[in-house]
């Protein structure tokens, strides 16, 4: 049996077409038993299709994201150098971003122990309470 509409061959007990996903219904099933295959009206056009790259942009935006929110850059890293495992490019780039991304997560960490450690004791507002 043949689609009716792009005149793709299909089982005769299919209810979907293969090549255009079009529905067929009994009737039609039936009919085409009889009948002669249509001419394919797709013979003459070009068909394009999307091409497919296995680029890895989670490592590259990991790898900014580093520099600037440690820990989003670290978790982005990651998962961009699990898919350069899979075939996907810039797998140095995300361990770039894994390693950047650690390094100040480590040092944006110190600074904020520092800082609060700075406030805590200088802006407290019991220190001259206890302390005079």
Known sequence: MFCKYCGNQIHDDAKFCSGCGATIDERAQVQSRYQAPPQNQMQNQTVYSVPT?????IAIVGFVLAFFVPLAGLICSIIGYNNSKKGGK????ALAGIVIGAVFLVIEVILLVFITMYISRYYNP???LFYY
């Open 53 to 57: 790259t296995n680029e890895n942009a």
């Open 90 to 93: 810039y797998g140095s780039l």
């Open 126 to 128: 019991f220190y001259y």
